[in-house]
């Protein structure tokens, strides 16, 4: 269905920024759409924002909204999670998700393709 190939991650002092790139192949052209989820030591895997292939909205969970974009850029079939004013909240694995429903799903149940996951790290 997709395979994802995340890059972009690594280490990041407080209040600074990082960009992650998630690049998507797929084998069909059915609408999808493309979340990142993190996930802290110990605790579960949640969604961080998600945009939709077929009219580019974008959901931001609320730990995140207005410190991170995410974007897509079809060309390259790449999406981008550019993350600002970064704090040690924000430290965890990264992973690019893909999922066959267009609507963003707030569940990683939704979600049927994962990249491998990066390691962000917040820390001064």
């Known amino acids: 269905q997709m395979q994802l190939v995340e890059s972009g991650g690594g280490s990041v002092q407080p209040g600074g920024s990082l960009r992650l790139s998630c690049v998507v192949f797929?084998?069909?052209?059915?609408?999808?759409?493309v979340a990142w989820f993190r996930q802290a030591p110990g605790l579960e895997r949640e969604v961080v924002s998600c945009?939709?292939?077929?009219?580019?909205?974008?959901y931001y969970a609320d730990s995140v909204m207005g410190r991170f974009t995410i974007s897509r850029d079809s060309a390259k079939n790449t999406v981008y999670l550019q993350m600002q004013n970064v704090g040690p909240e924000d430290t965890g694995v990264y992973y690019c998700?893909?999922?066959?429903?267009?609507?963003?799903?707030?569940?990683?149940?939704?979600?049927?393709?994962w990249g491998q996951g990066i390691q962000v790290t917040v820390s001064s």
């Open positions: 998700a893909g999922s066959l429903f267009d609507r963003c799903p707030r569940h990683r149940r939704g979600y049927t393709s």
């Open positions: 945009i939709s292939s077929t009219d580019g909205n974008t």
């Open positions: 797929r084998s069909t052209s059915d609408s999808y759409s």
